[in-house]
Nanobody, 121 residues
Framework: QVQLVESGGGLVQAGGSLRLSCAAS????????MGWYRQAPGKQRELVAV???????NYADSVKGRFTISRDNTKNTVHLQMNSLKPEDTATYYC???????????????WGQGTLVTVSS
């Protein structure tokens, strides 16, 4: 069974920074995509940033230039450096991984438990 463990959320003032981390563990042959999503109260979960195994990244327009996603393939970890935080960034942030358990199995997806980020004005 594959699990994701997130850390790094908390309370920060507008303009401040936080760094989220997520580590995947369990029966993993290869992690193809790792990313961060967020869900604010009363809203749908949305993509924040993803990084594929080759290093390509994709960001939501609302975080471009402020957030940076990075990945350590050897440790199956992903980080999200969040700078210049705004109150509208307040949400529960979820880590996601798309992985294969063996070379011959298809891809599966797993979610972390979520970590709360609160940005005060």
């Amino acid at each position: 069974q594959v699990q994701l463990v997130e850390s790094g959320g908390g309370l920060v003032q507008a303009g401040g920074s936080l760094r989220l981390s997520c580590a995947a563990s369990g029966s993993i042959f290869r992690v193809n995509v790792m990313g961060w999503y967020r869900q604010a109260p009363g809203k749908q979960r949305e993509l924040v940033a993803v990084v594929i195994s080759g290093g390509s990244t994709n960001y939501a327009d609302s975080v471009k230039g402020r957030f940076t996603i990075s990945r350590d393939n050897t440790k199956n970890t992903v980080h999200l450096q969040m700078n210049s935080l705004k109150p509208e960034d307040t949400a529960t942030y979820y880590c996601n991984a798309v992985f294969q358990e063996t070379l011959f199995t298809g891809s599966s997806s797993v979610w972390g438990q979520g970590t709360l980020v609160t940005v005060s004005s």
